[in-house]
């Protein structure tokens, strides 16, 4: 039996989910979020929480069996508390700034960067401290709007310059040495 997949998922007060066939709709104070679940997986609503089993033990429902739980705590947990990441800004010019919805990054290019986020994703820049802030109701889509983000200007090893998460460690690599 899977770790994972054998926990249940409590379902907190105010937070209402519907199961039909293979489709799971998730409703709670922050909003709604909804997923196609492999048909194989078996999904029940019991008593205040969601337990998911697995029809046979070959491979792919093993693997399955984690997931299908895993995807639904993400979706619980993102409409009761939601999901941020925050990145950081490292170099000399290098700042952001919104305007509308659109994230205008300047990172040493010749042009500016224009970013504009998926729905459901919502930006906050603070230019003090050059971070941006990138926060949503889905987990995939605040960590995919965060990777594209960053990969416009990665950290480079050199000097540490480019957009990094705020608790990434760069591993930063000794410059030419001099030859005697």
Same mark, same amino acid.
Request: net charge positive.
């Given at each position: ?14 937070v209402?989910?519907d199961? $039909? ?9 922050k909003?709604?979020?909804? !997923? ?7 999904? $029940? ?9 697995r029809?046979?033990?070959?491979? !792919? ?26 990145? #950081?800004?490292? *170099? ?7 305007? *509308?919805k ?10 500016p960067i224009?970013?504009? +986020?998926p729905e ?19 987990? #995939? ?9 960053? $990969?416009?200007r990665? +950290?480079?090893?050199y ?13 930063r ?5 001099? *030859?005697k």
């Amino acid at each position: 039996m899977s770790k994972v997949g054998k926990l249940p998922v409590a379902i907190p007060k105010g937070v209402k989910v519907d199961l $039909k066939d293979s489709h799971i709709n998730v409703t709670g104070p922050k909003g709604t979020l909804e !997923q196609d679940l492999h048909k194989d997986m078996i999904v $029940k609503v019991e008593d205040e929480s969601v337990v998911v089993t697995r029809p046979t033990d070959n491979k !792919q429902h093993r693997s399955l069996h984690g997931l299908t739980r895993v995807l639904i705590q993400n979706m619980v947990t993102g409409v009761t508390e939601g999901y941020s990441i925050t990145l #950081q800004l490292v *170099g000399v010019g290098y700042r952001s700034e919104k305007q *509308g919805k659109l994230l205008v990054l300047h990172l040493g290019f010749s042009h500016p960067i224009l970013f504009r +986020p998926p729905e459901g994703v919502g930006i906050d820049v603070n230019p003090k401290e050059n971070t941006i802030t990138i926060s949503g109701l889905d987990k #995939q889509m605040v960590g995919q709007s965060a990777a594209t983000i960053r $990969k416009f200007r990665p +950290p480079e090893p050199y000097k540490g310059k480019g957009i990094r998460y705020i608790d990434e460690q760069v591993r930063r690599k000794a410059g030419k040495a001099v *030859g005697k």
